[in-house]
C-alpha cells in the first residue's frame, strides 16, 4: 500500500493519539479532554491559525500553503457513543458506559496525521482547513458548525469526509457521484379525541381509529406517491394510545422516520403526510397535528470532486483498492450538512472484517490510519497543486 512515507514513519505515534482517544470518550458536544488533545497537537505541529469554540468544542485549522491559491476543508468527527464497550482491547473505554464505537477516534486521528504532515511539508497552493467537529452521531455538530458561518468565515471552497467501514476490505476506498448516505427526518403525529367511558362510546370521540386510519394511509406514501427512481424508506416506529380497557382515550400519538436521497423526496412525503392528516381529521372529528422534523440532509456527493477524491485514493491504495461507483446507503451522517454548503465528497475507507459500526465489540483498525491520513494528504497535494 504506497501510503505517503513520512507519514507511515509516525504510524506508532498515531496509534498513540487514536488509544488516547478510544479510552477517554466523550459525548455529543460536550468533548472539553478530546479537543484539547486535539488543539495541543495541532499547536505542536505548528498550524498557522487555530480557532476554537465553535459549535461549543469544534475546531477549524488553518494550514496556508506556498503559493496562493484556493481553501479546501478536511472534516473528522470526534464524538462517542452511549455504549458499553465489549471490544477487550487494551485500550478499551475507562468510562463505563461510553466508547467510540463508530471509529471518530480513527477518524481524529487520521485528520491529525494529514495535517501534522501538511504543515511540516507545505507541497500545495493554497490553503487547508482542518475542520474537527463534535456531535455527530446526536446533536448535529456538523449542521451547527456550519451555522456559526465556518465556511464563509474560513473561505472554504470545497469539503471532504472519511468514514472508517468494517464491512470493506482493508485500505479500499469506497464512494460514488450523488447520494452516498440518506436524510434522517422525524415524524410524530399527535391525534386528540374526546375521552370517555369504553361502555358510552358514543359519548366520546376515540383517537384509536383516526391513528390507525392515518397509520394505513401513511404506508400508500412509499407505495403510491414515491417514483420508481427515487429512494425513500418510512417507517412508523410507534404508537401510543390508552391506558386501561374500560376508558377510551382522550389523546394518542404516532411516530416515526423517513429517510430520502433527495430533499424533492422529503417535500413530497411532507405534504402527503400533511394531506392524510387533515384528511383523517375531518373524517373521524378529532383534531391532528403532524411534527416533521427534518434533523439530518442526505449526504450528496459533486460529481467533479468525487473524481477528484478518487484519483487521490488511487495514488493512495492502487486502482483495484478503489470503487468509486458503490450502491447509496440507507444510512445517514451530519456530514451532509457540509457537503448541502460546499461542493466535496465523503468516502469510506475500508477496515476488513470485524463488529459492524455501533457493535460494543467495535474497535477502529489503526492500520488503517497512515492510509486515511495519506489520502487526505495526497487529496490536498494533488488538488491544489504548486505551479
Ligand atoms: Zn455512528
Ligand atoms: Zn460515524
Known amino acids: 500500500m504506497p501510503v505517503v512515507n513520512r507519514i507511515a514513519a509516525y504510524a506508532d505515534e498515531m496509534k498513540t493519539w487514536r488509544r488516547w482517544m478510544h479510552r477517554n470518550p466523550e459525548l455529543g458536544f460536550d468533548l ?32 496556508e500553503g506556498r503559493a496562493p491559491g484556493p481553501t479546501i476543508g478536511l472534516r473528522a468527527d470526534m464524538d462517542a457513543l452511549p455504549i458499553h464497550e465489549a471490544s477487550g482491547a487494551e485500550w478499551s473505554s475507562e468510562t463505563p458506559g461510553r466508547m467510540h464505537a463508530c471509529g471518530h477516534d ?36 456538523g449542521v451547527k458548525m456550519v451555522e456559526e458561518g465556518i465556511m464563509d468565515r474560513f473561505g472554504i471552497d470545497r469539503v471532504f469526509g472519511l468514514h472508517c467501514g468494517p464491512h470493506i476490505p482493508m485500505g479500499h476506498f469506497h464512494t460514488r457521484p450523488g447520494p452516498i448516505l440518506a436524510s434522517a427526518d422525524e415524524f410524530r403525529i399527535e391525534v386528540t379525541g374526546r375521552g370517555g367511558h369504553g361502555a358510552n362510546s358514543h359519548k366520546a370521540i376515540d383517537p384509536i381509529p383516526a391513528l390507525v386510519s ?97 484519483r487521490a485514493a488511487r495514488a493512495v491504495a492502487g486502482e483495484a483498492g478503489v470503487d ?26 475500508g477496515m476488513g472484517d470485524g463488529p459492524y459500526l455501533h457493535d460494543p465489540k467495535f474497535d477502529f483498525n489503526d492500520d488503517i490510519a497512515p492510509i486515511g491520513a495519506s489520502f487526505f494528504a495526497t487529496l490536498v497535494e494533488q488538488s491544489q497543486p504548486l505551479a
Open 32 to 63: 472539553p479532554k478530546t479537543s484539547a488533545f486535539v488543539a495541543e497537537r495541532l499547536r505542536d505541529f505548528g498550524v498557522d491559525a487555530l480557532h476554537e469554540g465553535i459549535a461549543k468544542t469544534g475546531m477549524v485549522a488553518i494550514i
Open 106 to 141: 480513527g477518524h481524529t486521528t487520521m485528520l491529525l496525521g494529514a495535517a501534522k504532515y501538511l504543515a511540516e511539508t507545505r507541497n500545495f497552493a493554497g490553503r487547508v482547513a482542518c475542520i474537527f467537529q463534535p456531535a455527530e452521531e446526536n446533536g448535529g455538530g
Open 214 to 310: 392515518i397509520l394505513q394511509a401513511l404506508s400508500t406514501i412509499p407505495a403510491r406517491n414515491r417514483a420508481p427512481a427515487e429512494m425513500l424508506a418510512m417507517s412508523v416506529t410507534q404508537i401510543h394510545a390508552g391506558q386501561a380497557h374500560n376508558i377510551i382515550p382522550e389523546a394518542g400519538w404516532l411516530g416515526g422516520t423517513v429517510r430520502a436521497y433527495d430533499t424533492a423526496t422529503q417535500d413530497m412525503v411532507e405534504r402527503r403526510m400533511q394531506e392524510i392528516v387533515d384528511g383523517n381529521a375531518a373524517a373521524f372529528g378529532v383534531t391532528a397535528r403532524l411534527e416533521y422534523t427534518r434533523d439530518l440532509a442526505a449526504t450528496v456527493n459533486d460529481p467533479g470532486e468525487t473524481e477528484v477524491a478518487a
Open 324 to 349: 468509486d461507483n458503490v450502491p447509496a446507503r440507507n444510512g445517514s451522517e451530519d456530514f451532509g450538512a457540509m457537503l448541502a454548503a460546499r461542493p466535496g465528497a465523503f468516502l469510506f475507507l
